[in-house]
């Protein structure tokens, strides 16, 4: 299974390499990362995936590959910071969407 997880995150990086803007890839690193005991690094690319106006809250709240990440206060500060009604980054992640 590691070596599969590590051609995994070649992939992901990859994917980067030739489209900067590849969230999905992002997704997968931040994904990846705590199953490899990353945690830090798993919240950098969260964070990079909302910036760049992901907006499926309720799918990162179905993943199971980082429920390893729930308990951290650093998740409560993302979910809370992109997903609160009436944030700045809410508004940002709805004006991405399309949604009014």
Same mark, same amino acid.
Not at 4 to 11: F, G, H, I, P, S
Not at 74 to 87: D, I, P, T
């Given at each position: 299974? +590691?070596?599969?997880? /590590?051609?995994?995150?070649?992939?992901?990086?990859?994917?980067?390499?030739? *489209?900067?803007?590849?969230?999905? %890839?992002?997704?997968?690193?931040?994904?990846?990362?705590?199953?490899?005991?990353?945690?830090?690094?798993?919240?950098?690319?969260?964070? +990079?995936?909302?910036? /760049?106006?992901?907006?499926?809250?309720?799918?990162?709240?179905?993943?199971? *590959?980082?429920?390893?990440?729930? %308990?951290?206060?650093?998740?409560?500060?993302?979910?809370?910071?992109?997903?609160?009604?009436?944030?700045?980054?809410?508004?940002?992640? +709805?004006?991405?969407?399309?949604?009014?």
């Amino acid at each position: 299974m +590691k070596d599969k997880r /590590k051609e995994a995150k070649r992939l992901f990086e990859r994917a980067i390499e030739l *489209d900067p803007e590849m969230m999905c %890839a992002y997704y997968g690193l931040a994904c990846w990362c705590p199953l490899e005991g990353k945690k830090t690094r798993s919240f950098e690319f969260l964070e +990079k995936v909302m910036k /760049k106006g992901f907006c499926g809250r309720a799918w990162i709240d179905a993943d199971h *590959d980082i429920d390893g990440l729930r %308990a951290d206060p650093m998740y409560l500060k993302l979910m809370s910071e992109y997903f609160a009604a009436g944030s700045s980054a809410s508004r940002k992640l +709805k004006e991405a969407s399309g949604e009014d």
